[in-house]
């Protein structure tokens, strides 16, 4: 770095600094804001930070720690008081450690840091990061302030509307910081979508993301930037120098490192193998040293555990310590020849072990491990049988003394105990079968007493060193033996006199429980008898349930009888309980019925049969009248029925009969719908009966076949059927006149239709249709045919009736001659031309008719034609369908 008289060049004041520029407000705010966040990044490392940045410096207690955090050294050690000498002193401390390092502070005293000069804080806080953040910055032989914008620009020179000419108003939009984040770690910001045009944005972005990933604290907000004119250069020169110490050198570092680390790596190992030999070999020569006097020692012990725990120990050894040490000793062979052999491919000498460790000298010392080991194990075993003789007679009598010490352990309790008292029958039972089982394992266990017995008396005379103890043991089992005979005679006594007046009571229960059981079902189906909700529909049907109600109440008192027994078997359990003071344990185990629900359901019975008999009296009233409705519809609906059927009978004949004429025949018809509707009260009467019907709930009546619905829909019928009788004779009579028809011509038509109409319901099916029409001489094909259908039946419903047929008739008969006349007139108006013009029709017609012609006549196409000249004969084709005019 370039310097002259002994300073470097970024102290030297810039054209467009000034200090006094600190005191901007809006620019003392963002250097505050900068400054802090800078100084918390380094201060956070020791867990500690600043929030007043003129105030936490004041004792130069932080401000040290931060110089020691970003120098990497140690200062003087600082004053802890708290009087301003102390403050000031540290304060210099820290001044003339930044001055140590060439750094050259203008104006600034201890006693203003002290003080809380703002003005002087936050200048010697730029003069820090300056030297400690900037100065070091060096690309392409610029450096400090030119050096961080030449690596500003060169980084984001490829990014559009990015254009980094200093460190204010290049970087209001952000997209500056975005681009520096891009460049290094494109997947963090997705640039292509950030806008020149919205610099709260990009900023907030930036920051964000530098604060999230890059651990660069955020040092301003952006509104700190967008809202000021020019940002503090000082300010944004902090904040940029983070992103290049966060970014700048670390792919460099990387490639260093890796090309040193292969460079060492072989290094390394070739020393931690001679390491790891050095240890292995010393761990495994002091375990042999330490291993063979333990081998080699063979005092005896005195007792048997003694002995065992050293058989252990050896077994130990062999199977824990041993085998470890043996993969060790492998290891360590086949390390060293590694080693060597490594050393060998790397140009490196061999590697000698130091004095004492080489292979040969650890396998000299294996081979004496070995030695001592030989004969160890015989010489426990040996020592093993003999102690084992002599602890024989003692442990055999330790282990027949706890066996019948645990197996007498409670057993005196259990024979005290009075659980006989409050148990059950079968719980004496078992108790007694318990007790018999106890009976004969008590005989069985005499054998071990005497035994053990024997046994003490016999390590009395061989004069074993504990016998006072085994005599004090063996006297115990002696007396707890008698006192377990005792006690076993008198509960035998106790539970054999307990189960005879249990069997006794047990007896009673189950004859209880026999009796009880179908009593209480006899009351319980009583019950449910009684309260049955019963459904009848007939006076049969009520008669039969009274008389088996009365059927019933002539049992009640044989119950009655067999209730009292069932519960004199219940006073007599009672008197045995008194008498013989038994404690009986719950309730009877064969029911759960007792007397007090016998009394109550018994109670309950009785209150029942009363209610029965009104509910059967109610009832049959009710089926009387229900009868007698029955009867009154029936005699009206057989009436009405019949009738119904009779008219409908009359109709169809007068319908299809043809005497007189028809106004005769409308005549006639009219009188019947007279008559008819002057029946409508009965109808009326009838649906009243009905109604009372459904009230009174009846669904069925033997008395007739009719229901209302049969009525109804007979009524309708007949309405309907007249109406519509009616409606075709007035039709016919319409068509008679408007066609000229005479009577005898009806009558020929009726005639014709109803000899065809084989099923004699008043319709023609299609087929018989068809067989009408050839029997009247139509020639007819399957399209003739299914054009006389459209006209005769429109709705397709496969059926003629005799008015259709009669409007077919007269209408076939009319057409003929109305196209007759129609063509002989185009023929006049034609002339001798086999065609007429257009323009004659409009002439001789109308102009609503002429177009109505023209519009239904095709082009003439015969070879005496003319322009504009029409087929008349089309016409007919058009009105008339073909035909054989």
Same mark, same amino acid.
């Given at each position: ?84 000498? =102390? ?97 290094? *770690? ?72 890796? *090309? ?131 602890? =024989? ?31 059950? +029958? ?103 008898? +009684? ?158 009966? =009905? ?195």
């Amino acid at each position: 770095m370039d310097s002259y008289d002994g300073q470097p060049d970024y102290m030297h004041p810039e054209d467009d600094w000034d200090r006094d520029l600190l005191l901007d407000p809006a620019w003392e705010k963002q250097q505050r804001k900068t400054f802090t966040a800078w100084c918390n990044s380094h201060l956070r490392k020791t867990g500690t930070q600043i929030e007043n940045i003129e105030e936490d410096f004041r004792d130069g207690l932080k401000l040290m720690l931060l110089l020691e955090v970003i120098s990497g050294e140690r200062l003087a050690k600082p004053e802890r008081g708290k009087m301003r000498v =102390h403050k000031i002193s540290n304060v210099n401390k820290a001044l003339d450690f930044i001055a140590s390092k060439g750094v050259k502070l203008v104006s600034i005293g201890a006693e203003e840091i002290v003080d809380g000069n703002a003005k002087m804080t936050l200048g010697m806080i730029w003069t820090i990061i300056l030297r400690f953040a900037i100065q070091d910055i060096s690309v392409e032989e610029t450096s400090a302030k030119e050096g961080l914008l030449l690596w500003c620009q060169r980084k984001t020179a490829p990014y559009k509307n990015v254009n980094i000419q200093n460190f204010h108003i290049s970087w209001k939009d952000g997209l500056g910081f975005c681009a520096l984040i891009h460049r290094h *770690r494109p997947e963090l910001i997705d640039y292509g979508k950030l806008r020149k045009d919205d610099p709260m944005t990009n900023l907030n972005t930036a920051f964000d993301v530098a604060e999230k990933y890059l651990d660069i604290p955020k040092m301003l907000d952006a509104e700190d930037i967008v809202g000021t004119a020019r940002p503090d250069e000082k300010a944004i020169m902090t904040y940029v120098s983070s992103f290049y110490h966060a970014f700048s050198g670390a792919q460099k570092a990387e490639t260093a490192a890796n *090309r040193i680390c292969k460079v060492l790596a072989v290094n390394q190992e070739n020393e931690q193998l001679m390491e790891d030999y050095e240890k292995l070999a010393s761990d495994l020569l002091e375990w042999i040293r330490l291993t063979i006097p333990w081998l080699e020692n063979r005092m005896p012990e005195n007792t048997m555990q003694a002995m065992q725990q050293k058989l252990e120990d050896f077994r130990d050894y062999r199977r824990l310590h041993k085998p470890p040490k043996v993969q060790e000793k492998c290891q360590l062979e086949i390390n060293f020849n590694t080693l060597q052999t490594k050393l060998r491919l790397s140009n490196r000498p061999a590697f000698m072990p130091s004095e004492g460790k080489m292979v040969s000298d650890i396998n000299n010392a294996w081979g004496n491990l070995e030695g001592a080991e030989k004969g160890y194990e015989e010489w426990l075993l040996n020592e093993i049988r003999r102690l084992e003789r002599l602890d =024989h007679l003692a442990e055999k009598f330790r282990q027949k003394a706890a066996i019948h010490e645990a197996w007498t352990e409670g057993k005196e309790e259990m024979l005290q105990r009075k659980d006989f008292e409050s148990a059950s +029958l079968s719980e004496i039972k078992a108790l007694l079968k318990k007790h018999e089982a106890f009976e004969s394992d008590l005989a069985a266990h005499q054998d071990r007493v005497e035994q053990i017995a024997a046994i003490a008396q016999e390590l009395n005379e061989l004069d074993y060193y504990d016998s006072p103890s085994v005599n004090a043991r063996c006297q115990k089992i002696c007396d707890q033996w008698d006192a377990l005979g005792n006690m076993t005679q008198k509960r035998s006594e106790s539970l054999q006199k307990t189960e005879k007046l249990l069997e006794t009571i047990d007896q009673l229960y189950l004859e209880f429980a026999k009796r009880a059981a179908p009593f209480n079902n006899w009351m319980v189906g009583a019950m449910e008898d +009684l309260q049955d909700t019963f459904i009848v529909h007939t006076i049969e049907e009520i008669k039969g349930l009274s008389t088996a109600h009365e059927q019933f109440k002539a049992t009640l008192p044989e119950a009655d009888k067999e209730r009292m027994a069932i519960l004199g078997i219940h006073n007599e359990i009672a008197k045995i309980v008194q008498t013989y003071h038994v404690n009986i344990a719950g309730t009877n185990p064969y029911t759960t019925i007792n007397p007090q629900e016998i009394n109550a359901k018994w109670d309950k019975v009785k209150q029942l049969v009363p209610q029965r008999d009104q509910a059967l009296i109610e009832e049959h009233t009710r089926q009387q009248n229900n009868e007698r409705l029955r009867v009154q519809f029936a005699n009206q609906a057989n009436a009405v029925g019949p009738w119904i059927q009779t008219k409908m009978g009359e109709i169809s004949r007068i319908s299809i009969e043809m005497v007189g004429t028809l106004e005769d025949q409308l005549t006639h018809l009219r009188q019947y719908e007279k008559s008819i509707v002057n029946y409508k009260p009965k109808i009326d009467q009838l649906e009243g009966d =009905h109604q009372q019907i459904q009230e009174a709930l009846i669904f069925d009546n033997k008395h007739t076949k009719y229901t209302m619905e049969h009525i109804r829909v007979g009524w309708e019928q007949l309405l309907t059927t007249i109406a519509r009788t009616i409606n075709e004779i007035e039709n016919q009579i319409l068509t008679r006149d408007a066609k000229g028809i005479s009577q005898e011509q009806l009558n020929e038509f009726r005639a014709s239709f109803n000899h065809f109409d084989r099923k004699r319901t008043g319709i023609m099916e299609a087929e018989d249709f068809k067989t009408c029409l050839i029997s009247m001489g139509y020639n007819l094909g399957e399209n003739e045919f299914a054009r006389i259908m459209s006209i005769v039946d429109p709705n397709r419903m496969g059926i003629v009736t005799f008015q259709a047929f009669i409007d077919f008739m007269s209408r076939e008969t009319a057409d003929t001659d109305t196209a007759d006349q129609v063509m002989a007139s185009f023929k006049i108006l034609a002339g001798d031309k086999n065609y007429i013009l257009a323009d004659e029709l409009r002439r001789e017609l109308p102009p609503d008719q002429a177009e109505y012609c023209i519009a239904r006549m095709a082009p003439y196409t015969g070879p005496d034609g003319v322009p504009g000249a029409l087929d008349y004969m089309s016409f007919s084709t058009a009105l008339y369908g073909e035909s054989d005019l």
